[in-house]
């Protein structure tokens, strides 16, 4: 038995190499032969089209080969098909063979994006990604023309970022689509989109973008070399990709910023910053990325200085709430009750009257439910999710505690600690914050108000240590930018922001149009 599942797993592998083996073919001359390699190739799918026809006034054959529902149908038949067919009344049309299909590629085909290919692999990858390859009997190559056509989604408001001033335009699944939305933003010459594919299999497209001239080359240099090391089938969504080239896996903390926004992906490519973006997903990535970047969003600009000073001072002491005030409840009930004010201490010794369980209990019990609450609102329909949030949250911490099960303070501290949560603008760092809170919780349990203090400096050891694609996760507080603080938490007038970040050390340091490069 062993010996037969070794046979069929050689024959297996000697099966895909031969496959991978008869990517590398080059096109031959006979066109029958190369429809029969192609349909090989794919195993003839019942979505592969293969038009052959003959070409008027000469006795040309060739053909066209793309895939159904990939392409736009009508570009197909209308500029390609009907032009190479009828549409020329040229009687003086070559009967060479390459000299034909020169004038095919130079005067006939009315497609902007066409290039040549000679090999299989150049015909696989085009076709299965919405182009339409030419073949012409006797040519030993191929017209690759981009004829893409699929469906796709709107420009729409971005669901996990919304605004109150601002655009309101967020990315969709085509590349293309997100890259145009970039470029609104930055009719700078120096805006660079390098392509590359990703994945073995699926051979996505992914894009590389960032302003020359700004962005330091060692931090472009550090990201490729990053990119070059992806090894895997495929990468359906940006999270392969940043937890692919991240620098700490082990790390709670994101290390690389994902977006909706364009105006986010903007600000950060003028400030010297490096986006990625990967076909299939309206999430755009953006590296590196810091600590103080967390608490910060496109609307502090939009806003006067002040308004957005208070906003951001609003989501640091959000921050806090989140991740330390169920832990100093559980430290100063359980260890520290001499620190609470009497009339204070009274009330909550009063609330807690006839609860079963220590305070530490009680907490976890709260914050693994409106984790479960806010997972079920997250996975409902949007109609209903809301609502069995609310209500659900409710119902349950009003039957609590009239069972006695927790003390209505410990929902009001549930309860602020949820809504703190909710105002920092990243996704991923408010779950991040949510895991620290356990931990505080549990050090709180054991030591006190000493082990608050001691997750504390151990969280503060590692954030110093983490970076992002080589840069310090902690700057610009540690190591120390002063320039950088006046955009930190406090946010100076715009007038005086008038250098980019210098933790990122930016080629060009000075924003506006009189940079010390010229930029």
């Not at 051979?203 to 990053?226: C, F, M, Q």
């Amino acid at each position: 038995m062993g010996s037969f599942f070794k046979r069929k797993k050689q024959d297996k592998k000697k099966k895909q190499q031969t496959k991978d083996e008869d990517f590398s073919i080059q096109i031959g001359k006979n066109l029958d032969k190369n429809m029969e390699n192609i349909k090989k190739m794919l195993e003839q799918p019942n979505d592969l089209i293969i038009r052959k026809f003959s070409i008027r006034n000469t006795n040309h054959k060739g053909a066209i080969v793309c895939i159904d529902g990939l392409i736009d149908t009508a570009e197909v038949d209308n500029d390609i098909l009907l032009r190479i067919q009828g549409v020329t009344e040229r009687k003086e049309l070559p009967h060479n063979t390459k000299q034909m299909f020169e004038v095919i590629y130079q005067e006939m085909i009315s497609v902007s994006d066409i290039q040549k290919g000679k090999t299989l692999d150049d015909v696989t990858n085009a076709i299965l990604y919405g182009s339409a390859v030419f073949y012409l009997d006797g040519i030993d190559e191929v017209l690759i023309m981009d004829t893409k056509g699929w469906e796709s989604r709107s420009i729409e408001e971005p669901i996990t970022e919304p605004v109150i001033r601002g655009p309101r335009e967020g990315f969709v699944e085509n590349v293309r689509t997100n890259m145009v939305l970039i470029r609104r933003y930055i009719r700078d010459p120096n805006l660079r989109f390098k392509t590359r594919k990703i994945g073995r299999r699926s051979k996505k497209v992914l894009v590389v973008s960032y302003v020359e001239g700004i962005t330091h080359p060692d931090l472009l240099k550090e990201i490729n070399r990053r990119l070059d090391t992806i090894d895997m089938d495929d990468a359906p969504e940006s999270g392969f990709i940043e937890q692919w080239i991240e620098d700490s896996f082990l790390s709670p903390f994101p290390q690389i910023m994902n977006t909706e926004r364009p105006d986010k992906v903007a600000l950060g490519l003028l400030e010297g910053k490096v986006a990625i973006i990967l076909d299939g997903t309206p999430m755009v990535l953006i590296l590196p990325f810091n600590i103080g970047d967390a608490l910060q969003t496109p609307e502090d600009y939009y806003e006067r200085w002040a308004v957005g000073t208070l906003l951001r001072a609003l989501r640091y002491l959000a921050a806090f709430i989140a991740m330390f005030v169920p832990a100093l409840y559980v430290a100063l009930v359980s260890f520290h009750q001499g620190m609470i004010p009497s009339d204070l201490a009274f009330s909550i010794a009063a609330t807690r009257e006839g609860v079963p369980f220590p305070a530490f209990v009680e907490a976890m019990l709260m914050a693994v439910t409106m984790e479960l609450l806010r997972e079920a609102g997250a996975r409902l329909p949007r109609t209903i999710g809301q609502t069995i949030g609310i209500v659900g949250g409710l119902v349950i911490g009003d039957a609590a505690v009239q069972a006695g099960i927790v003390s209505p303070v410990m929902v009001i501290v549930v309860a602020l600690t949820a809504i703190a949560s909710f105002s920092l603008p990243a996704y991923s760092v408010a779950i991040s914050f949510r895991m620290i809170r356990f931990g505080f919780m549990i050090a709180a349990a054991f030591f006190g108000l000493y082990g608050i203090i001691l997750a504390y400096i151990m969280v503060n050891i590692h954030i110093v240590n983490l970076k992002s694609i080589g840069v310090p996760y902690s700057a610009p507080f540690a190591p120390s930018f002063f320039s950088d603080w006046k955009d930190l938490i406090f946010r100076a007038p715009i007038q005086v922001l008038t250098r980019r970040p210098q933790y990122l050390k930016p080629t060009d340091q000075k924003s506006g149009n009189k940079g010390e490069n010229g930029s």
